[in-house]
């Protein structure tokens, strides 16, 4: 079993910068690629960004290349989502996710454990 605990989370202005954290606990973190997906009001749950297992391979969706880091440490079993320049349009709840698999997927239905969520508003 995998317990993920998201923080982080808040309101920002346009143009600031948040940092989400996703506390791993319950097998080896280090066993488990990891994303972070967003789910905005009435809409599907989506992947921004993941990591593989190594940290070698990472994925960034268009819409956040170049403001969203995703880094992980596998000795404080942690996951971490750096957002610079934020927009009214990152506004959801963030979610992260761990997949028994060495490499990332786009696809919620392969990651078989989430945290509960935390919530990002940008005002502008």
């Known amino acids: 079993q995998v317990q993920l605990v998201e923080s982080g989370g808040g309101l920002v202005q346009t143009g600031g910068s948040l940092r989400l954290s996703c506390a791993c606990s319950?097998?080896?973190?280090?066993?488990?690629?990891m994303g972070w997906f967003l789910q905005a009001p009435g809409k599907e749950r989506e992947l921004v960004v993941s990591?593989?297992?190594?940290?070698?391979?990472?994925y960034y969706a268009d819409s956040v290349k170049g403001r969203f880091t995703i880094s992980r440490d596998n000795a404080k079993n942690t996951v971490y989502l750096q957002m610079n320049s934020l927009k009214p349009e990152d506004t959801a709840v963030y979610y992260c996710?761990?997949?028994?698999?060495?490499?990332?997927?786009?696809?919620?239905?392969?990651?078989?454990?989430w945290g509960q969520g935390t919530q990002v508003t940008v005002s502008s």
């Open positions: 996710a761990a997949r028994g698999s060495t490499s990332w997927s786009r696809y919620p239905d392969s990651y078989g454990y």
């Open positions: 319950g097998r080896t973190f280090s066993s488990y690629a």
């Open positions: 990591i593989s297992r190594s940290g070698s391979s990472t």
